[in-house]
């Protein structure tokens, strides 16, 4: 585990991205020079480009139980999001005009669903439900059960949070809309409410036939698999209909104007494949590692607190607190004893305020946040490497309390 900054530091935020595997490396060389052709055009070298393209399409749809052509190749997670919300959206209100359409998300979605949200909220574009959740992070059913009315055209849950590793009830989620279409609306074959999940952080250890899962859309980003960054998929089920985002070209079905970027389109799909070899084995290993940083950090540190579901979660996310101490100190300390951990998420790591995630889950409030770190295995983590983590850690800990009390004594003097 020695790949950034020199073999002595230890990386433990693969949650915030993971680094490109040697495999995909290999898949998107030949991309960069020889094959560098467009393929959208009708000499020798972009009609092969076109083929190789279409190959990588029809992968990258098996992996995910679906078609080729439901396959829309993005800039990444955050674009898969924006298209499958506001392109619903905008479709659905090409119809109708005159609505003002219902949608529903979680209180604790990444900030690419949830800012996306808030957006077409303060336009006035639609109506927007923010769904709660329990003390261990998952949505809270019932309440979805009251929130959905006939005006209701989208649901966007994500697979598995990013800060906390819960796992969402994706299936049951989707029988819930299901019975809703037949029992409240009276049409089983009723196209809306729509089913969208962010599966970015779910891919890795979590179910991803769309079909299983019962979704009409799933995106994903290519930088949390060990592919590319810059590189994403909206999974898209043939009915569902959208409208583009952006004008310009008919690349990608007229969803994603632009010149395809082959490198990364192979790269995504080498790491899709690659995982499929290494799935089950790096769920049981990355699950008794994470047991093992678990448990061993109640043993040394009593009062520190973990967060998330016990059952319900992927192996590989911890996030703690530790009171007293706040984040930023945690995560900087770490960072000079050589350890690359987080707070919360990236994308929104330059928002001064706590994590929106942790403070949605009922019973954490803003005390219990100070010194909040999130610590997420990865393919290269080892024991050792959580080892000598906890090791730092205590240092950090120790040096701090030892200067709280200091504090104290001269407080106590004076």
Request: hydrophobic residues 35%; contains cysteine.
């Given at each position: 585990?020695?790949?950034?900054?020199?073999?002595?530091?230890?990386?433990?935020?693969?949650?915030?991205?993971?680094?490109?595997?040697?495999?995909?490396?290999?898949?998107?060389?030949?991309?960069?020079?020889?094959?560098?052709?467009?393929p959208n055009g009708l000499y020798q070298g972009s009609v092969r480009n076109k083929k190789l393209l279409e190959g990588f399409r029809t992968r990258v749809g098996s992996f995910f139980g679906a078609h080729s052509e439901e396959v829309v190749f993005t800039s990444g997670g955050t674009e898969s999001d924006n298209l499958a919300i506001i392109g619903s959206l905008f479709a659905y209100k090409k119809n109708n005009p005159n609505s003002i359409p219902h949608l529903i998300v979680s209180l604790?979605?990444?900030?690419?669903?949830?800012?996306?949200?808030?957006?077409?909220?303060?336009?006035?574009?639609?109506?927007?439900?923010?769904?709660?959740?329990?003390?261990?992070?998952?949505?809270?059913?019932?309440?979805?059960?009251?929130?959905?009315?006939?005006?209701?055209?989208?649901?966007?849950?994500?697979?598995?949070?990013?800060?906390?590793?819960?796992?969402?009830?994706?299936?049951?989620?989707?029988?819930?809309?299901?019975?809703?279409?037949?029992?409240?609306?009276?049409?089983?074959?009723?196209?809306?409410?729509?089913?969208?999940?962010?599966?970015?952080?779910?891919?890795?250890?979590?179910?991803?036939?769309?079909?299983?899962?019962?979704?009409?859309?799933?995106?994903?980003?290519?930088?949390?698999?060990?592919?590319?960054?810059?590189?994403?998929?909206?999974?898209?089920?043939?009915?569902?209909?959208?409208?583009?985002?952006?004008?310009?070209?008919?690349?990608?079905?007229?969803?994603?104007?632009?010149?395809?970027?082959?490198?990364?389109?192979?790269?995504?799909?080498?790491?899709?494949?690659?995982?499929?070899?290494?799935?089950?084995?790096?769920?049981?290993?990355?699950?008794?590692?994470?047991?093992?940083?678990?448990?061993?950090?109640?043993?040394?540190?009593?009062?520190?607190?973990?967060?998330?579901?016990?059952?319900?979660?992927?192996?590989?996310?911890?996030?703690?607190?530790?009171?007293?101490?706040?984040?930023?100190?945690?995560?900087?300390?770490?960072?000079?004893?050589?350890?690359?951990?987080?707070?919360?998420?990236?994308?929104?790591?330059?928002?001064?305020?706590?994590?929106?995630?942790?403070?949605?889950?009922?019973?954490?409030?803003?005390?219990?946040?100070?010194?909040?770190?999130?610590?997420?295995?990865?393919?290269?983590?080892?024991?050792?490497?959580?080892?000598?983590?906890?090791?730092?850690?205590?240092?950090?800990?120790?040096?701090?309390?030892?200067?709280?009390?200091?504090?104290?004594?001269?407080?106590?003097?004076?």
């Amino acid at each position: 585990m020695n790949f950034l900054f020199g073999k002595n530091r230890i990386y433990l935020d693969y949650s915030s991205t993971t680094p490109t595997s040697k495999k995909v490396q290999k898949a998107m060389s030949p991309f960069w020079s020889g094959l560098f052709y467009n393929p959208n055009g009708l000499y020798q070298g972009s009609v092969r480009n076109k083929k190789l393209l279409e190959g990588f399409r029809t992968r990258v749809g098996s992996f995910f139980g679906a078609h080729s052509e439901e396959v829309v190749f993005t800039s990444g997670g955050t674009e898969s999001d924006n298209l499958a919300i506001i392109g619903s959206l905008f479709a659905y209100k090409k119809n109708n005009p005159n609505s003002i359409p219902h949608l529903i998300v979680s209180l604790i979605e990444h900030p690419a669903v949830l800012e996306t949200a808030k957006f077409l909220e303060q336009t006035s574009e639609a109506r927007v439900s923010y769904l709660g959740v329990d003390t261990s992070g998952v949505v809270d059913i019932d309440e979805l059960k009251k929130i959905l009315t006939p005006e209701t055209i989208l649901v966007s849950i994500m697979q598995v949070n990013n800060e906390i590793g819960s796992v969402q009830p994706i299936q049951e989620i989707a029988k819930i809309l299901r019975h809703f279409k037949k029992h409240t609306l009276a049409n089983p074959q009723a196209l809306y409410p729509l089913f969208h999940t962010d599966a970015s952080q779910g891919v890795l250890y979590s179910e991803t036939n769309i079909q299983k899962l019962g979704v009409d859309m799933l995106s994903c980003n290519g930088g949390k698999i060990y592919g590319p960054k810059g590189v994403g998929i909206l999974i898209k089920k043939r009915n569902i209909p959208l409208e583009s985002l952006f004008h310009g070209g008919n690349q990608e079905f007229g969803f994603r104007p632009g010149t395809h970027s082959l490198p990364l389109i192979a790269g995504f799909q080498m790491a899709c494949q690659e995982l499929e070899g290494l799935k089950e084995k790096e769920i049981d290993r990355v699950g008794k590692l994470h047991d093992f940083l678990v448990v061993t950090l109640k043993t040394i540190f009593p009062t520190i607190e973990i967060h998330g579901s016990v059952t319900e979660k992927i192996p590989g996310i911890v996030s703690m607190s530790y009171p007293d101490i706040e984040s930023d100190i945690l995560v900087l300390e770490l960072d000079a004893l050589g350890f690359d951990v987080s707070s919360k998420t990236a994308c929104k790591y330059d928002d001064p305020n706590e994590s929106y995630v942790l403070k949605a889950i009922k019973g954490v409030g803003l005390n219990e946040e100070w010194g909040t770190l999130r610590v997420s295995i990865g393919r290269d983590t080892s024991l050792q490497d959580l080892k000598r983590f906890i090791e730092a850690l205590k240092q950090v800990i120790d040096k701090y309390k030892s200067f709280y009390k200091t504090l104290e004594k001269k407080d106590k003097i004076m």
